[in-house]
């Protein structure tokens, strides 16, 4: 059965990551910790990342952080990434979080995106190249 979509677009790239909110993740207010929300968009593109580079790509920069709906307890969390640009030791990764609500239905909403930067570096710490694509 194919899926339905809420908004007008469809997730952009890959599927990275999928997790269930769980109860834990929740604010005050009973919503899901947007601090939640973004380091599971930072483990997607950390991934996404990694893999381009060939190696560890600690986090330094996120832009444009919007968060679009909430996240409910039992929402179905997939992040998808792409890559935006490569520069000589960074990586920018767009990352798009949309959500199967909790409930049965097949309808994906987007909650959030953000481009992440990704620094490569070697096993000491040290920026290094990425690599040319295979």
């Known amino acids: 059965m194919a ?3 809420e908004i007008s677009s469809a997730p952009r790239g890959r599927l990275s990551t999928r997790a269930i909110a769980m109860p834990a993740d929740t604010n005050p207010f009973g919503r899901i910790f947007g601090g939640w ?3 599971q968009m930072d483990l ?3 991934t996404h990342a ?3 580079a060939k190696g560890h790509c600690p986090t330094v920069a996120v832009e444009g952080m919007e968060f679009h709906q909430p ?4 929402d179905e969390v997939s992040c998808y990434t792409d890559i935006a640009r490569v520069g000589r030791t960074s990586i920018a990764i ?4 949309w959500v199967r609500r909790h409930g049965g239905s097949d309808t994906l909403v987007k909650v959030t995106s953000a481009t992440f930067t990704y620094v490569a570096v070697d096993d000491q710490g040290n920026k290094q190249t990425v690599p040319a694509e295979d």
């Open 94 to 97: 767009r990352v798009e979080a």
């Open 50 to 52: 990694y893999r381009r």
């Open 71 to 74: 996240v409910f307890v039992g």
């Open 44 to 46: 997607a593109g950390g």
């Open 3 to 5: 899926e339905s979509i």
């Open 37 to 39: 929300l973004m380091s």
